[in-house]
């Protein structure tokens, strides 16, 4: 790639006019990355229209509207007998109604009484409120009559977060695309082609540029699978490559029969199977990169300490990476005991250990004493050194890419690589998603667990449902409330799990609130809390952000509202995180009143099965009718552009692509930088 586009697509959003450090964290939360090519990648979720609206009686509450207004009057707001009150602007439409305009501790009020100053007209556009008076808070634009073409007629709205507002990412983008052509110049134009394909999504006329078949969206999505089939082909032909063979690693000391000895239960058909397979690759002149699919509860840990057992057996070390610190301290708390009754030393390091205490540790790693790591990304930040890092084990895989497994590998030479993923996928994609792994599926159940009793439940049984929830909670029950992500919006999720917090909270006054637009930390402390057996809070209103693989045994009971909205495989993960106690555990889906057929099969499905495997064959089948929110994000794997329903010939075009390809071209090495952190320049 050229060194300007390069370096300039790795900008820091902190160097963009107007952003600075602050909204630089703030994007880094909701982008997943701080660079300008994170945020190119991130685009608008919906166009709304702003048309103009003459009468406030034409409009709808909830709208966003357009409309010129005489201003009348302003009351300034303020603090009055312990209630806080807004400033407000009286203003009347054409036909005299009257329209009110809110301000909320504002810091710059002065700036905007000037903008509207009494007896004029002026061109206002924001969202109209819903309540008995026509009400505008905080509008977006503001305008003299003869300037009011500025306010766009369509305007992209993107997925936001906590403290960016749509301005933000407005500014940002008009910003980045100015100043795009000339780090462009003199690319070739393949690359060329594929920004202005993404210009053209930034800066959407409709949502038609923005769905699965916008000729836009399709050329990217092409891109996007070109660079992940790719980097797939490669990873896999340098793995095999006889210059990277390796000499089997001769077994010195003998810690399996411990193993089996210190196991409290006897373990599944298909978990043996699993440790059978994983064994071989590790005896084998290739290094292994197995996959294991199992859904929630399969017992996936087990296994995972199986392999790094016998990884010890030889004197080699195994770093066992989790994606959050939760559960990197839930693996830790789990295996530890073992570890100890077998005589291998085990550790944790997060990005929380500091200091004297983390220094230890990475003296004990280094000596090669420690034999098994439990810990998050911090494994592999630059101080982090190994003896001799044997295997790598990446739990819930689905969430590192192509290139973070290759990073991973390059602490050690060439170690084993071992995922777990939970995420079940129709065996038809597997290959596609995962081709440069091996697969093994755990599809058994430990015996004696109880299934999950899944009811679907009408929206207006709700007080019912709340009456009953009062009387488990009482008895001890832990309840997971999950509110619908009402579309990828701003701030619309938020609401919803806020307004139905609102109201639970009245009947469960120590009910919790997490959701997307909280920082992480914040949500951390909160989960933490919800776990915590101690603690009085026993339901947890969330949106989805609830953690894959958290574990909470006596959460019991999990309540999925609008649940019609939501994928089969979002449900089933969803779902996962009941039932792991030796509790029977609930999930109540209640659908709304206007649940599609379709959205009432696929809840059947639900109630039906439990077996993951047979869920994400009927997700495949079903998905495509357009109506579920965030496809995108199915969950099992997470793409920018590429969506499963609608674009699996491109599938099978990018993946014969790669599959032909001798060595990878400049753009397909450019591609595969865009799309996969760190692959790409100096591969
Ligand atoms: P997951 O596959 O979701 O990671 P875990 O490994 O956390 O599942 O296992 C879930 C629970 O089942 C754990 O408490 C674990 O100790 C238990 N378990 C695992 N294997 C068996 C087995 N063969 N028999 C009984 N319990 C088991
Ligand atoms: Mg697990």
Redesign the pocket.
């Known amino acids: 790639m050229k060194r300007e586009l390069f370096d300039f697509l790795n900008t820091d959003l902190q160097f963009i006019k107007g952003v600075g450090p602050v909204l630089a964290t703030r994007f880094d939360d909701v982008l997943g990355g701080r660079r300008v090519l994170d945020f190119m990648l991130h685009t608008p979720a919906y166009v709304r229209a702003r048309g103009v609206t003459e009468c406030v009686s034409d409009a709808t509450a909830g709208d966003v509207i357009t409309i010129p207004l005489l201003v009348k009057s302003h009351r300034t707001g303020g603090v009055f007998r312990g209630h806080r009150r807004p400033t407000q602007i009286i203003c009347n439409d054409k036909m005299g109604n009257t329209v009110i305009i809110q301000f909320f501790n504002v810091n710059f009020l002065d700036y905007w009484l000037k903008k509207l100053p009494v007896g004029q007209w002026r061109m206002v556009s924001g969202k109209l409120e819903n309540g008995a008076r026509a009400v505008i808070n905080h509008p977006e634009f503001i305008e003299e009559m003869q300037n009011a073409a500025k306010i766009p007629s369509a305007q992209a709205v993107y997925p936001a977060g906590l403290g960016l507002t749509q301005k933000t990412f407005a500014n940002v983008r008009d910003q980045i695309f100015a100043l795009l052509p000339e780090k462009l110049a003199g690319a070739d134009s393949d690359i060329t082609e594929f920004f202005d394909a993404l210009r053209h999504v930034h800066y959407p006329e409709s949502d038609a540029d923005l769905g699965p078949n916008s000729e836009y969206v399709v050329k990217l999505a092409y891109w996007e699978l070109l660079a992940h089939q790719s980097a797939i082909v490669i990873s896999r032909r340098t793995r095999t490559d006889a210059r990277n063979r390796r000499t089997p690693r001769p077994q010195r000391y003998n810690l399996m029969d411990k193993f089996y000895a210190a196991l409290?239960?006897?373990?599944?058909d298909a978990?043996t199977r699993t440790i059978n397979e994983i064994f071989t690759d590790m005896a084998r002149d290739i290094p292994m990169m197995r996959l294991v699919q199992?859904?929630?509860?399969?017992?996936?840990?087990?296994v995972a300490l199986a392999a790094a057992i016998k990884m010890a057996e030889t004197g080699g070390q195994t770093a066992l990476l989790a994606p959050t610190d939760t559960l990197a301290q839930q693996h830790y708390a789990?295996l530890r005991p073992m570890c100890d009754k077998i005589g291998v030393v085990c550790d944790i390091l997060t990005g929380r250990d500091k200091g004297a205490p983390r220094r230890e540790k990475l003296i004990s790693l280094r000596s090669g004493r420690t034999k098994i790591i439990v810990g998050t990304h911090a494994l592999f930040s630059d101080d982090v050194e190994y003896k001799d890092l044997g295997l790598v084990i990446i739990d819930e895989q689905h969430r590192f890419g192509v290139s973070q497994r290759e990073a991973l590998r390059t602490k050690g030479h060439n170690p084993d690589m071992l995922a777990?993923s939970?995420t079940p996928i129709p065996r038809t994609l597997s290959m596609t998603i995962y081709g440069d792994m091996d697969v093994s599926i755990?599809n058994e159940k430990?015996?004696?667990r109880i299934p999950i009793k899944t009811t679907k439940l009408p929206i207006a049984r709700i007080d019912a449902l709340v009456s009953r929830l009062r009387l488990q909670i009482d008895s001890g029950a832990k309840v997971f409330w999950v509110c619908p992500l009402v579309a990828e919006s701003d701030t619309s999720d938020m609401t919803a799990a806020h307004a139905r917090y609102d109201a639970l909270k009245k009947i469960f006054p120590h009910a919790g609130l997490v959701h997307g637009q909280m920082d992480k930390k914040q949500r951390d402390t909160v989960m933490a809390q919800f776990a915590d057996d101690n603690s009085d809070m026993r339901l947890l209103v969330a949106t989805t952000v609830i953690e894959v693989?958290i574990?909470v045994p006596r959460a019991t009971i999990i309540v999925i509202e609008n649940a019609e909205c939501f994928g089969l495989a979002a449900l089933h993960q969803l779902r996962g995180r009941v039932g792991?106690g030796n509790m029977q555990s609930y999930c109540i889906l209640l659908y709304g009143n206007n649940t599609s057929t379709d959205g009432m099969k696929r809840l059947d499905v639900l109630t039906k099965t439990d077996d993951g495997f047979v869920i994400a064959e009927q997700d495949l089948i079903m998905r495509g009718t357009g109506e579920l929110l965030g496809t995108r994000q199915s969950g099992w794997i997470n793409y920018h552009f590429v969506d499963y329903a609608h674009h699996r010939d491109l599938f099978k075009l990018a993946a014969a692509a790669a599959r032909d390809m001798v060595a990878p071209s400049d753009t397909v090495r450019d591609l595969m930088f865009i799309f996969d952190r760190g692959v790409g320049i100096n591969a």
Not at 264 to 268: E, G, Q, V
Not at 294 to 302: A, L
């Open positions: 409290p239960f006897s373990l599944t978990q199992g859904d929630v509860g399969s017992g996936k840990t087990i789990k777990l939970a755990i430990p015996a004696g693989g574990d792991r």
